[in-house]
């Protein structure tokens, strides 16, 4: 693949990654999210902010953005590690997004659409553990990461992907990264519960 086009393909998996669905739902309801709640521009907030109904459109939204960008990535037609690399570049976009300052999610949601690309069974046991953190915890934070937690190891069981538990395993540190603010917050008993 030549510089140019490289760059150019980069550039849409970020972009698609970037639409900030949160951000457009609040905007759609009149609400600049990121001014409410805990100012993130994810599924959580929305629905703490707009109420449980929108939470599950948020979720799936994002969900899309990452399963979209795996699906595409594995139909580019590149080999070894280049569709996974790029595919991650959604999770970037949603983190970072263009469109609003370069704020955006902490990835979590587009990073389980990447997982079901990868090995749905491996995405189903996130989502079981998710939905055990969530309930054991009331913590969306818990949650989130103990979703993530698993699935290097769940992608190695169900496909042998070196370069997809590459992928998630970075994945899952980025995630870390970006609820650094949420872990201090649990640690001092300061974090918010679900909704």
């Not at 969530?134 to 769940?154: G, K, N, Q």
Request: aromatic share 10%.
């Amino acid at each position: 693949m030549r510089l140019l086009e490289g760059l150019l393909v980069a550039a849409v998996f970020y972009l698609l990654g970037a639409i900030p669905c949160s951000y457009i739902i609040g905007r759609l309801k009149g609400i600049d999210i990121r001014e409410h709640g805990s100012g993130n521009v994810g599924a959580t907030n929305v629905g703490r902010v707009l109420g449980r109904r929108y939470y599950p459109l948020a979720l799936a939204l994002d969900l899309g953005k990452g399963l979209a960008a795996g699906l595409l990535a594995s139909h580019w037609g590149l080999t070894g590690a280049w569709p996974l690399l790029l595919a991650g570049l959604a999770v970037v976009g949603h983190d970072w997004s263009i469109f609003i300052r370069f704020s955006g999610g902490k990835g979590v949601s587009t990073s389980l659409g990447l997982l079901a690309a990868l090995s749905w069974e491996a995405l189903l046991i996130s989502i079981a553990l998710w939905a055990l953190a969530l309930w054991r915890t009331r913590f969306a934070s818990v949650a989130s990461l103990a979703a993530l937690s698993l699935s290097p190891l769940t992608v190695w069981l169900f496909t042998h992907d070196l370069w997809g538990v590459v992928l998630m395993a970075a994945l899952t540190l980025l995630a870390l990264f970006r609820h650094r603010t949420n872990i201090a917050q649990l640690r001092r008993g300061e974090e918010q519960r679900a909704f």
